[in-house]
């Protein structure tokens, strides 16, 4: 079995508050993340797949199918976008980088594996250089 990643960059907005918190609450437990007027990251996303190499090809994946599907199902969705209000599957969900990362994951699933015997392992998003999370599914 071999594991092969592609990296991928995009821009978003977020703000992490609970609506039915004061705005005292929210700074309390979410600091400067829960400036009311959003804050910015430059998240790295790392995909992460696995399977057999194909003698016959000599890949596991083409990386520019893998490129394709990331960039349809996840980049087109979150780059230069607010996550608490522009992103459908982040709607009604608490915008943190964990839970980015298991909902990137889970838009990613179904079309990578689609691609015969390649399996997606993990995803992994950094979103400062300092911090990331990295989630291996269910």
């Known amino acids: 079995m071999v594991h092969v990643t592609r990296r ?3 821009n ?10 004061s705005a005292e609450q929210n700074e ?3 600091g400067k993340c829960a400036n009311p007027n959003w804050h ?3 998240y790295n996303l790392f995909v992460t797949v696995k399977g057999e190499i194909s003698y016959e090809s000599g890949y596991l994946i083409d990386l520019k ?3 394709v599907i990331i960039q349809e199902y996840v980049i087109e969705k979150l780059d230069h976008k ?22 990137i994951f889970n838009q990613l699933k179904t079309p990578v594996e689609a691609n015969k015997g390649v399996f ?3 995803v992994r998003l950094y979103e400062t250089e300092n ?3 990295e989630y291996f599914g269910g």
Do not use: P, Q
């Not at 607010?82 to 909902?103: P, Q, R, S, Y």
């Open 8 to 10: 991928e960059h995009f």
């Open 120 to 122: 997606l392992h993990s």
């Open 28 to 30: 309390a437990v979410f």
């Open 65 to 67: 199918s893998l490129k």
């Open 40 to 42: 910015g990251h430059n």
């Open 131 to 133: 911090n990331s999370a």
């Open 12 to 21: 978003a907005a977020h703000r992490m508050y609970r609506e039915e918190w």
């Open 82 to 103: 607010n996550l608490n209000l522009d992103v459908d599957f982040m709607k009604g969900k608490m915008a943190t980088t964990e839970l980015i990362c298991v909902e």
